[in-house]
């Protein structure tokens, strides 16, 4: 089942920017979320890893609730077994929930299910299905799960290690992709995450990719706002 009012909203607003709060000030997390607010982003990304699936341990469904915010919440889950544990981020309010098919044995069937399950903000809104592929993951793993999801997620980096610098081969890989899905006639959004700074951020939007992750760029320790607002313009510069 397509959620129809979901991908429309995120079709208008594309390409768009998803601020990961991984390397927010937790502490103030209220006031930086604020400052993403004020400067008009309308996506928050939160890295859910599990120290299984990739080498690092973060947050889960307990954060995702008890944030409060106006933004769309992202979820991308980088954790082993997805299947039993994704009602718990849908009821945390996660309206884009997106899992790796290597870290489970039946991914076809976790997103059937997770197209049965409705969106805890609003029902009618519904949430988007996304499937990761990690750098070194081959595209031909997208072709059997194409009917059943609305959202691509290509990483340019490889999950729960820093210091990344973005893979290159993405851009052939996003074009590729673009391809698989023309060719399928699905509405399908395509997302970019990993090693995305200030100073690729727009070229990385002038692929035409829908969505871009950006985290620790946007929250370096230094000027928050400031690079919010540099790359939330760069991205709009590729809608023109």
Known sequence: MAHQNSLATLR?????????????????????????EEEG???????VMDGVYCPRMTAGPPLIKAVKTPLLKDAHLMIADPLGKIPEFVA????????????????????????????????ERGFIRGVA??????????????????????????????????????????????????????????????????NNI?????TGVDMIVAGSAVFDGKSPRENVRFMLQAVGAAKN
């Open 92 to 123: 945390a309010g996660a309206d884009i929930i997106t899992f790796h098919p290597d870290a489970c044995v039946h991914p076809h069937r976790v997103l059937q299910e997770m197209g049965k399950m409705a969106n805890a903000n609003d029902p």
């Open 133 to 198: 592929l990690n750098p070194g993951m081959p595209l031909q793993a997208l072709e059997p799960l194409l009917d059943e999801l609305e959202m691509v997620l290509l990483l340019a980096v490889n999950p729960g290690w820093g210091g990344q610098s973005f893979v290159p081969a993405t851009f052939r890989r996003i074009e590729t992709v673009q391809g698989m899905i023309r060719r399928s006639g699905k509405e399908i959004l395509l997302c970019a995450d990993g090693g995305v700074t200030r």
């Open 41 to 47: 982003a309308k996506i928050v990304h939160f890295d």
């Open 202 to 206: 727009a070229e990385i939007a002038r």
């Open 12 to 36: 208008e607003l594309a390409p768009v920017l998803s601020v990961g709060i991984l390397t927010a000030d937790l502490l103030s997390l209220g006031s930086e979320l604020r400052l993403l």
